[in-house]
């Protein structure tokens, strides 16, 4: 268990921007994004020749940039690499004042979280940081996440997030799947649903319950708008708070589908005034528009007033 404690910080994480840490003028792009967060990627978009000299050149985008109010993380290559320690070392070391969260990828269970929330504790008082300032972001993308996801969830103070992993998840669970997050293929293999149904849920539940988000990873046809919109839809619904995005295009769409539209904020204020006079007047229920609403339909309504005051649509 960690020795100290930590308030639990108020980010908006409907875009999440994956970002290589190799390339100077796309870390410069990202810098300058719509994206609620950019991720600097150590891991699957760096070669494993590149990523020594990509950890430095991540420290200068992160302390020379002006990223704005967006979430300024970086992804780290998993525990179970030779490159993770100085990962987390070196970039921590030169830029730990302007790193908001660490992103973990292949995480199997809690084991993995406390390393690096370990690590991080030490760095911190090491360099004078505030103990518990970084935030952390983990990937479910092994079955024996999927498994352990609760645990996973309630583990380290610094969790703040957790991103179902699509594509090394469906190789972890051996699924006969093609493009990372695309389900559309070949008629003779499609699945009659929503083939990430199960894991989106389990994850969001775990989420949910412990108070962190929940995120949704890639969608790799960024050509296809309308299927990215349409899986960033589905895990919307389920209670999911953002997505990742793998090319700029994709941030509108992320940023539009996880935020409440006016119309939705109108509705739900509606039916919340409706059921409070109701209740003013010694009524338990009311008519609204010809549904019957009551204060089972207020806290339904009240998510959508609660997320449209954390987008900032809102006071």
């Not at 996973?152 to 699509?166: D, F, K, Q």
């Not at 998840?169 to 093609?178: F, I, K, P, T």
């Not at 589905?234 to 539009?256: D, Y």
Request: proline share 4%.
């Amino acid at each position: 268990m960690s020795s100290y404690e930590r308030q639990m910080p108020v980010r908006v994480r409907r875009s999440e921007l994956s970002t290589p840490g190799h390339s100077e003028k796309m870390i410069a792009k990202a810098a300058q994004s719509d994206a609620d967060m950019v991720f600097l990627d150590l891991e699957d978009a760096v070669a494993p020749s590149a990523k020594v000299d990509a950890r430095q050149n991540i420290v200068a985008g992160l302390n020379e940039l002006d990223w704005g109010d967006k979430i300024r993380s970086y992804r780290i290559n998993g525990v179970h690499t030779q490159w993770c320690h100085d990962d987390i070392a070196e970039v921590v070391t030169g830029a730990g004042a302007n790193i908001d969260v660490i992103m973990v990828p292949k995480i199997k269970g809690p084991r993995e979280v406390w390393f690096v929330d370990d690590m991080l504790t030490q760095l911190e008082l090491k360099l004078g940081l505030e103990v518990g300032r970084i935030g952390i972001e983990c990937l479910v993308e092994e079955v024996e996440a999927i498994q352990t996801v609760d645990e996973i969830a309630r583990c380290s103070p610094r969790l703040e997030a957790l991103t179902l992993g699509v594509g090394d998840l469906s190789a972890s669970q051996g699924m006969r799947l093609g493009h990372i997050g695309v389900t559309d293929g070949d008629a003779a293999l499609r699945y009659p649903g929503d083939v990430w149904h199960y894991a989106r849920t389990r994850m969001v539940v775990a989420c949910r319950a412990a108070g962190i988000d929940a995120i949704d990873g890639p969608y790799a046809n960024f050509t296809n708008p309308e299927g990215y919109e349409k899986s960033a839809a589905t895990f919307s619904m389920l209670g999911g708070v953002g997505k990742w995005c793998i090319h700029p295009s994709q941030i509108e769409v992320a940023n539009r589908v996880f935020a409440p539209t006016p119309e939705e904020i109108a509705e739900a204020q509606g039916v919340i005034d409706a059921v409070a006079q109701a209740e003013a007047q010694g009524l338990g229920a009311a008519n609204y528009k010809g549904l019957m609403i009551d204060a089972a339909t207020t806290r339904l309504f009240e998510v959508t007033l609660n997320r449209a005051r954390q987008c900032g649509l809102i006071g």
